[in-house]
């Protein structure tokens, strides 16, 4: 059984071994090169899980079954004062022998509860990779909205430009 619960720092080796995978298996997913996440230290690790867990407004949220982590999301609040009401969804992904399953939705689901019931969040916002229209499509149905287009957003494992889609889900605020 699945179960989707908030990430702590005994995770830290689990999520590192995750990360890796994911970007391994789909390098044109993520913004992270996998070659440069395997040239960190263990500081460099626990510096993002911190940034992750422990700031306001943050938070890291795993899919874990028999013990092993399939997915994350990371919710990463913006720190200054005039922005404080949005925050940016990184690093989301569920391991390819886990996909269509419904995980992700879960994980969404529980990120976008935590941010309506526990933050001052009304902001919630992500980029996603144009040619990526399943994710899109997946997004658009947690009522994300696109947002224009980013020419030149990253550069594929082949060293061709991807271009990204801002998206961004708005949460009335609460009293």
């Given at each position: 059984?699945?179960?989707?619960?908030?990430?702590?720092?005994?995770?830290?080796?689990?999520?590192?071994?995750?990360?890796?995978?994911?970007?391994?298996?789909?390098?044109?997913?993520?913004?992270?090169?996998?070659g440069?996440l395997?040239?960190?230290?263990?500081?460099?690790?626990?510096?993002?899980?911190?940034?992750?867990?422990?700031?306001?407004?943050?938070?890291?949220?795993?899919?874990?079954?028999?013990?092993?982590?399939?997915?994350?999301?990371?919710?990463?609040?913006?720190?200054?004062?005039?922005?404080?009401?949005?925050?940016t969804?990184?690093?989301?992904?569920?391991?390819?022998?886990?996909?269509?399953?419904?995980?992700?939705?879960?994980?969404?689901?529980?990120?976008?509860?935590?941010?309506?019931?526990?933050?001052?969040?009304?902001?919630?916002?992500?980029?996603?990779?144009?040619?990526?229209?399943?994710?899109?499509?997946?997004?658009e149905?947690?009522?994300?909205?696109?947002?224009?287009?980013?020419?030149?957003?990253?550069?594929?494992?082949?060293g061709?430009?991807?271009?990204?889609?801002?998206?961004?889900?708005?949460?009335?605020p609460?009293?």
């Amino acid at each position: 059984m699945v179960r989707i619960r908030e990430a702590n720092a005994s995770d830290l080796p689990f999520l590192i071994d995750l990360r890796l995978k994911m970007i391994s298996a789909c390098p044109d997913s993520f913004l992270d090169d996998y070659g440069e996440l395997t040239e960190w230290t263990a500081e460099d690790w626990k510096k993002w899980l911190f940034r992750l867990t422990e700031t306001e407004n943050s938070n890291l949220v795993v899919a874990e079954e028999d013990g092993q982590l399939i997915g994350v999301v990371g919710c990463k609040g913006v720190k200054h004062k005039r922005a404080r009401h949005v925050a940016t969804l990184v690093g989301v992904g569920v391991l390819p022998s886990y996909r269509g399953k419904g995980i992700g939705r879960r994980m969404l689901d529980y990120v976008i509860s935590w941010v309506k019931k526990q933050t001052k969040i009304e902001r919630l916002q992500l980029t996603v990779y144009a040619d990526n229209e399943t994710a899109v499509k997946f997004y658009e149905k947690l009522g994300f909205k696109k947002e224009g287009l980013f020419e030149h957003y990253a550069r594929g494992k082949n060293g061709e430009f991807q271009a990204g889609i801002p998206m961004a889900l708005f949460i009335p605020p609460r009293d």
